[in-house]
């Protein structure tokens, strides 16, 4: 992820010890630094991480009023003037400093992170893809329950037309037909207790992900926190204390917009009332846009400023597809014939030969990525076969509406001649 990219932006005051005064100008949030550059002469004034900061406090003094205090190692920095208020920086900074902190423990992690092998970067991706595959196959799982409760609507369907067609047989039968009472003797049979498994269906659906969220209704310029959970029927916003602030089912939701990797906006249009919009914000987004993509992926649109995190995923050092596979059994491979180079060939020189060896993998690494695979290969036959179940359920689906159409157009017939 860039980390230059712009989360958030607003218009304050800072104060400047050196000279003893304010000075406007903007406060830039990114994903790992706080930023302050001056309007008049663009400097900037303000640049430290946010894993260097101790401290984020609301205060104020006998000259200004209203201020946001920002206590970073033994430096403490004064803003004020913040538009379009102070609890909104201070609800987004201090959710974006926690989860960094949560996240990745400073810079510490990140030192690490830069030390690590070719084989780690690779399990990483492998786990990142398995993850993934988990996701799809939890939201294809509630798919196939959808289709199975769609089976038995229709199958009831089919036998309340029975009945229907018994009755009407009773009523077109002349009055001294001898056996007219028996029609009657097939009563609706025991059936109520499917439609209690379908209403049950939903409680027992499981979490995909939930992660914190900063949360802005429509255009109110408050924000609160709170929490995004995401099902495979839909998603679901609530505040801090699990109470459900909205659910949108999936055939509810009319348009998601990326407005950057950190930020997104739900949306639900309406005839004649104003349409039910929540913005939301998080550090954890980036985590939850491949989800919403995957579920809503006509209905998903990524604005300018999160088109370069699509091409990002969609490279090869990130893609979580074919690449990822072909990388693997590579690797695997030159652990597996340690005295030959990895994909090596006659023609290379020194310094491809030398590289490839520096990325070889410990045997320990190579069984960890065995295990990931292994368990990817059953996941993809799982999803393959539960795919090729849905295509079958589609058709019975189609075959079973299309045989109703053709019912129902015959009992009206047959109603009107009554008639």
């Known amino acids: 992820m860039n980390e230059d990219i712009r989360i958030h932006s607003w218009p304050c005051s800072y104060y400047l010890d050196t000279s003893k005064q304010w000075v406007s100008g903007r406060l830039l949030l990114t994903p790992v630094a ?31 009023f209203s201020s946001l205090t920002i206590l970073e190692k033994s430096t403490k920095h004064w803003f004020s003037s913040l538009q379009p208020n102070r609890n909104v920086v ?32 690779l399990t990483g991706l492998l786990t990142g893809s398995q993850k993934r595959l988990e996701d799809t196959a939890k939201v294809l799982h509630y798919q196939g329950e959808q289709f199975d409760n769609i089976m038995r609507g229709l199958n009831k369907i089919e036998g309340d037309m029975d009945v229907a067609d018994r009755l009407l047989t009773e009523l077109e039968s002349p009055s001294w037909w ?19 498994t379908v209403s049950d269906s939903k409680n027992q659906e499981g979490i995909i992900i939930r992660i914190p969220v900063i949360i802005t209704h429509r255009t109110d310029s408050n924000v609160k926190p709170g929490k995004l959970t995401l099902f495979a029927s839909g998603l679901e916003i609530s505040d801090c204390n699990s109470q459900v602030i909205h659910r949108f089912e999936s055939k509810d939701v009319d348009d998601i917009r990326v407005h950057t990797p950190y930020e997104i906006s739900v949306r639900q249009r309406f005839i004649g009332k104003p349409d039910t919009s929540y913005r939301l914000l998080s550090a954890k987004m980036p985590e939850a846009i491949p989800i919403l993509e995957m579920q809503f992926s006509k209905k998903i649109q990524f604005l300018e400023d999160a088109l370069g995190f699509v091409g990002a995923r969609k490279s090869p050092q990130v893609d979580l597809g074919t690449s990822i596979w072909q990388a693997a059994t590579g690797l695997l491979g030159g652990v597996v014939q340690p005295g030959s180079p990895v994909g090596g060939g006659e023609g290379m020189d020194n310094d491809q030969v030398q590289l490839q060896k520096q990325e070889k993998i410990s045997q320990e690494e190579a069984k960890e990525l065995k295990q990931i695979l292994k368990k990817l290969k059953g ?41």
């Not at 302050?36 to 000259?63: C, M, P, R, Y």
């Not at 974006?96 to 510490?108: N, P, Y």
């Open 34 to 64: 706080i930023k302050f550059t001056a309007d008049k002469t663009g400097e900037l004034l303000v640049n430290f991480h946010l894993s260097s900061i101790s401290e984020i406090k609301k205060e104020s003094s006998n000259l200004i």
């Open 90 to 121: 201070f609800n987004i900074l201090e959710h974006f400093w926690r989860e960094r902190l949560l996240s990745s423990q400073g810079s510490g992690a990140e030192a690490a992170a830069l030390q690590s092998t070719k084989g780690k970067e």
């Open 178 to 196: 001898p056996f007219s009472s028996k029609l009657w003797k097939a009563p609706l049979e025991t059936k109520p207790k499917e439609t209690a």
């Open 379 to 419: 996941l993809a036959l799982e999803t393959e076969a539960e795919l090729e179940r849905q295509d079958e359920a589609l058709d019975s689906i189609t075959t079973s509406v299309d045989r109703a159409t053709l019912n129902i157009d015959k009992q009206n017939r047959r109603i009107k001649k009554l008639t």
